[in-house]
C-alpha cells in the first residue's frame, strides 16, 4: 500500500491558498508542514506544496485563472492533479489520495464539493437568473482539484485570450464559470469525501477534508478602545439607517463617529465640509483617514470605515484582529479584484466594512495618493494606492459585501460571520440578530456552572 500511496502522492500539486500578510503566511506554512509530516509517515520523497503568495509577483495570482499558464509548464508533464486548499483546510492525506486515486486522471476533472445559489444574486451577477440553482461551483474551504489535462487546455486558453472580466468579486464562481465555458468545459464533480465539517464530528469519518468553523484565537480579543469606528452617511439617510446602527451594534464601540453632508447634533453627525456624493464618497473617505490621523479623535490602533447600511459584530472583529499585528501596515476585509489579469488591483470592498492599521493610514496619506474626483469609488481608489505602494490588501471571507441571502447558504454553515451589508428587501435588525448577535447570556451562565463543579 506505501507504494501506492507513494506513487499516487508524487502526482499531486498542493496549492495552499495564502496571502502575504504576516499572520496568514504563518497560518499556510502550517498547513504546508502538516502535510508533509503526514507524507513522512509512510514516504521518503515529500510532495510538493505550493504557497500561492509566493509564486510570483504578480498580484492577480489569487484569481487563480493567472498562475495556470505556470502551473501547466511547472507540472503539466509529470503530474496529474493539482489540489487547491484554504490555510483552514484540514487534509487527511492517504483518504485524499485513494480519493483521487478512483478518478480516471488522462480526462478532464473539476471536483469539489458543491455549493448553488437559491435565488439569482448581485455577487454573481445574477448569472442563470431563470433556475439559479442549476450552477454548481466549488467551496474553497473544502479544496478543490484540477486534472492535468484540464490545467494544460486551460493555460493554453489563458495565454491565447486574455481574460474578459473586469472585476473579481467571488472567485470560487467566476473560476467555475471559466471552466465551465458555456457548456463547452467540464462541470463540477462533486466528491462527498471533500468536506467542510468540523473535524470532530461524527459526519466526518468519510470525510478527506474538513474545516475547522471556530476562527483563530490568537490571543486576547484586541480591546473596544484600540478600534476607531467611522459610520459613513448623509442627510437622507439620517431617520432610516442610522437608527438601525443605534438598535443593533452601536453599543459595542467605544468610539464611534458619524460622518455626513450635515451636523444633526441629535445623532450626532459631524459634517466633514465634503458634500454628499450620490455614489463613490471617496472625499468623505480620505477626510475620515485624516481625521484619524488628528487629535481630533482618540489615538486607537485600528480604523474601522463601514457604511450607515452595514451590519457588523464589533465583538468577533475583535476576536478576528487579535491575529493580526497592529504595527504592520494592514488593510483587511472582503476582498475584490479589478483588471487582475492586465496586472490590475485588489481592493477592500468598502459595504462590508474596510479595516486599517494606523500604519496602514499613516503609509497611505504620506504618499500623497489622494481621490481624482469626490465621488470616485473610494474603496477602489485606496487599492489602487496600495497596490501602488506594494502594501497587501488582507481577505477575510468573514465581512461580505451583500445580504446574507446573496450567499450559498452551505457556505455560510461553516462560518461565524462579521458583517453583513444592505437594507434591501430585507428587515436588518431581524438580520442583524440572527447572523450576528453573540449571545453571551449562555456563556455566563456555563462559566457559573463550571465554577461551582470547581
Request: charged share 25%; hydrophobic share 40%; proline share 6%.
Amino acid at each position: 500500500i506505501a507504494m501506492i500511496l507513494f506513487h499516487n502522492l508524487r502526482e499531486i500539486v498542493f496549492v495552499i491558498q495564502s496571502q502575504s500578510n504576516t499572520f496568514h503566511v504563518r497560518q499556510a506554512e502550517r498547513r504546508r508542514e502538516d502535510l508533509l509530516k503526514q507524507a513522512r509517515g509512510f514516504t521518503e520523497k515529500q510532495p510538493v506544496v505550493l504557497l500561492l503568495h509566493s509564486l510570483s509577483e504578480n498580484e492577480g495570482d489569487w484569481s487563480i485563472l493567472p498562475l495556470l499558464p505556470y502551473l501547466s509548464h511547472s507540472f503539466g508533464k509529470n503530474s496529474s492533479w493539482i489540489v487547491f486548499l484554504e490555510e483552514e483546510t484540514n487534509v487527511k492525506l492517504i483518504a485524499l489520495i485513494k480519493v483521487l486515486a478512483k478518478v480516471d486522471k488522462n480526462k478532464e476533472w473539476f471536483l469539489g464539493k458543491p455549493l448553488f445559489d437559491e435565488e439569482s444574486t448581485i455577487i454573481h451577477h445574477y448569472a442563470f437568473a431563470e433556475n439559479p440553482s442549476i450552477f454548481k461551483y466549488p467551496d474553497f474551504a473544502a479544496s478543490w482539484a484540477l486534472s492535468i489535462p484540464l490545467v494544460v487546455r486551460l493555460a493554453k486558453k489563458v495565454k491565447e485570450e486574455p481574460l474578459k472580466s473586469d472585476f473579481t468579486i467571488d472567485l470560487k464562481h467566476e473560476v467555475a464559470l471559466y471552466i465551465w465555458d458555456n457548456g463547452k468545459g467540464p462541470h463540477l464533480t462533486a466528491v462527498p469525501e471533500l468536506c467542510t465539517v468540523p473535524e470532530d464530528s461524527p459526519q466526518a469519518s468519510h470525510c478527506a477534508t474538513t474545516v475547522s468553523k471556530k476562527p483563530p484565537l490568537c490571543g486576547d480579543p484586541v480591546n473596544k478602545e484600540d478600534i476607531f469606528v467611522a459610520v459613513k452617511t448623509c442627510k437622507k439617510f439620517h431617520s432610516e439607517r442610522v437608527p438601525v446602527i443605534k438598535k443593533t451594534w452601536e453599543k459595542d464601540a467605544l468610539f464611534l463617529e458619524y460622518y455626513s453632508d450635515h451636523a444633526d447634533p441629535s445623532i450626532p453627525t459631524i459634517n466633514l465640509g465634503v458634500p454628499n456624493t450620490e455614489r463613490g464618497h471617496c472625499g468623505k473617505t480620505f477626510a475620515i483617514l485624516q481625521r484619524f490621523l488628528s487629535s481630533a479623535v482618540p489615538d486607537t490602533k485600528w480604523l474601522l470605515i463601514v457604511d450607515d447600511d452595514t451590519l457588523i459584530s464589533i465583538p468577533r472583529l475583535q476576536v478576528l484582529l487579535s491575529c493580526y499585528d497592529s504595527s504592520e501596515p494592514v488593510s483587511l476585509g472582503e476582498r475584490y479584484g479589478y483588471g487582475l489579469s492586465q496586472g490590475g488591483y485588489s481592493y477592500i470592498t468598502g459595504g462590508g466594512g474596510m479595516v486599517f492599521s494606523r500604519k496602514a493610514v499613516v503609509r497611505l496619506l504620506k504618499s500623497g495618493c489622494k481621490c481624482y474626483s469626490n465621488d470616485a469609488p473610494d474603496d477602489m481608489v485606496l487599492g489602487m494606492c496600495l497596490n501602488a505602494l506594494g502594501l497587501p490588501v488582507t481577505h477575510s471571507p468573514l465581512f461580505h459585501q451583500a445580504r446574507p441571502e446573496d450567499y450559498a447558504r452551505d457556505f455560510l454553515a461553516h462560518q461565524v460571520p462579521i458583517s453583513f451589508h444592505k437594507h434591501w428587501n430585507i428587515d436588518p435588525i431581524a438580520v442583524f440578530n440572527k447572523w450576528l448577535k453573540d449571545d453571551f447570556t449562555a456563556s455566563q451562565d456555563e462559566l457559573k456552572s463550571a465554577k461551582t463543579e470547581l
